[in-house]
């Protein structure tokens, strides 16, 4: 796993850097399928760790910052899942990478995710997602969201309809197709090139092969395929 250093084999980096930005409460190894992918591929890849429970949003960016900017070797792209999503927005906002590539996202909660906002009813958001709830939250606060600004580079986004978990309870709280921790309607974005939707899980999505595949052929090609012909 690239934990935030690029790869020197000597067969990655034709294609260009791919930073992998992982989700809420998780660690770059939770990429670490699709990153062997890419990186069989031909791809350079930085896998960043960033504390998204305990950093304000504006302080991830930051810290994020020099990272991307050691993306030397060609296109500079980004592959995402759930919060990494939002935070590949705010990071190329702040400082686009001269050699802007494609953006693969995977279940990013552009509109917010329901769970976040029951929690917050029931007053222990705050405890377990820290700073994250209000980037999480459908009410995100307008200063959060500026510092996401607007789409006019390739995005494509992966969403799941197969939730793991309790259907029925996932269902009240969410009564549309969903992942069981985004709904497919928060996946779509303001500008983004392609979208299709998926039969997996929000967790599950990272080892899915149909998902990986869908990867690399939006990072190829700028599409995704959506006959079903796609494999990995």
Avoid: C
């Amino acid at each position: 796993m690239s934990d935030g250093k690029t790869g020197s084999d000597g067969k990655t980096g034709e294609r260009g850097t791919v930073i992998l930005l992982h989700g809420f409460f998780m660690r770059p190894i939770t990429l670490l399928p699709v990153d062997r992918v890419l990186r069989q591929a031909g791809f350079d890849t930085i896998a960043p760790p960033y504390r998204s429970r305990l950093h304000p949003f504006e302080q991830i960016v930051e810290e994020l910052l020099p990272v991307m900017r050691r993306a030397e070797r060609g296109p500079v792209h980004f592959v995402t899942h759930s919060m990494g999503g939002l935070i590949a927005r705010a990071l190329i906002a702040r400082a686009r990478p001269p050699h802007m590539g494609k953006v693969v996202m995977l279940g990013p909660p552009h509109g917010g995710s329901e769970w976040i906002d029951l929690f917050a009813k029931a007053r222990i958001s705050g405890a377990f997602f820290g700073p994250a709830e209000e980037v999480l939250s459908l009410r995100r606060p307008e200063r959060v969201e500026s510092l996401m600004g607007h789409v006019d580079y390739p995005v494509g986004i992966i969403a799941g309809d197969r939730p793991y978990g309790v259907p029925v309870l996932s269902r009240r709280i969410m009564p549309g197709p969903h992942d069981g921790a985004v709904s497919v309607a928060s996946t779509h974005l303001t500008g983004e090139t392609d979208h299709i939707v998926l039969p997996v899980s929000h967790s599950g999505m990272i080892w899915n092969d149909g998902v990986k595949a869908q990867v690399l052929q939006f990072l190829q090609h700028g599409s995704f395929t959506h006959d079903g012909s796609t494999t990995p």
